[in-house]
């Protein structure tokens, strides 16, 4: 199968702290990773494409100083969110593609909560 | 990204087949994909299509894609109170981004 895990699957941090979430693939390298916002009751929001060894891709209205992406490795990318705010409050969901598949696998999600 | 529209609710009674319907609007879209997800859960794939073809099947799931209209649906049969979850549509964009329907919400009737 090809897994990927999210770490931590929740989290409560306290306004203006900084939040990393881990994003591995388990079984499988990933060149590309996804990362994507879901906001309680809709579709999921791309933030932004994670390349390994190169700058992440934001999508527009998505702050890059705010929302730090590294991709280390085949198989890590990770999310810091800085300085967080209530308004971060959401479920984050990352995704990797298995390097040479159009197959795409998603985490099981990190649930923050700024408070 | 692209539009993927979905309807948003469906009840179905468990053993009937459900069926799921999505329109999108990139005719070059090459992959279109079928996700799973439980409550507070990431999102699983269930199936996808290439564009080239009419029809998948697995298993219980067969996926119909109509490319004059854009049309895309799945079809759950002999459906199971596990199958409750929301399903998403997606279109494969350039450089492998996902352009994600707003869900459908199935929910089986014992």
């Known amino acids: 199968g090809a897994v990927v895990s999210q770490h931590p699957s929740r989290v409560i941090c306290k306004s203006g702290t900084s939040v990393k979430i881990e994003c591995r693939s388990l079984?499988?390298?990933?060149?590309?990773m996804f990362w994507y916002r879901q906001f309680p009751k809709q579709s999921l929001m791309l933030m932004a494409t994670?390349?390994?060894?190169?700058?992440?891709?934001?999508e527009q209205g998505v702050e890059k100083d705010k929302f730090l992406i590294n991709h280390a490795s085949l198989t890590l990318s990770t999310l810091t969110v800085t300085s967080a705010h209530p308004e971060d409050s959401s479920f984050y969901i990352c995704?990797?593609?298995?390097?040479?598949?159009?197959?795409?696998?998603f985490g099981p999600g990190t649930r923050l909560t700024v408070t | 990204g692209e539009d993927v529209e979905q309807s948003l609710f469906l009840s179905v009674r468990e053993g009937d087949s459900s069926v799921i319907n999505c329109t999108y609007t990139?005719?070059?879209?090459?992959?279109l994909y079928w996700y799973k997800q439980e409550p507070g859960a990431g999102l699983q794939l269930l199936t996808y299509i290439f564009s080239n073809m009419d029809m998948k099947q697995d298993q219980r799931l067969t996926v119909l894609l109509n490319k004059k209209d854009k049309h895309l649906s799945l079809r759950i049969a002999d459906t199971q109170t596990g199958d409750s979850a929301i399903y998403f549509c997606a279109e494969k964009e350039g450089n492998n981004r996902l352009a994600f329907g707003k869900g459908n919400q199935v929910v089986v009737i014992p």
């Open positions: 079984d499988f390298q990933a060149t590309t």
């Open positions: 990139d005719s070059s879209s090459t992959y």
């Open positions: 994670s390349n390994e060894g190169s700058k992440a891709t934001y």
């Open positions: 995704s990797a593609i298995r390097t040479g598949s159009y197959e795409q696998y």
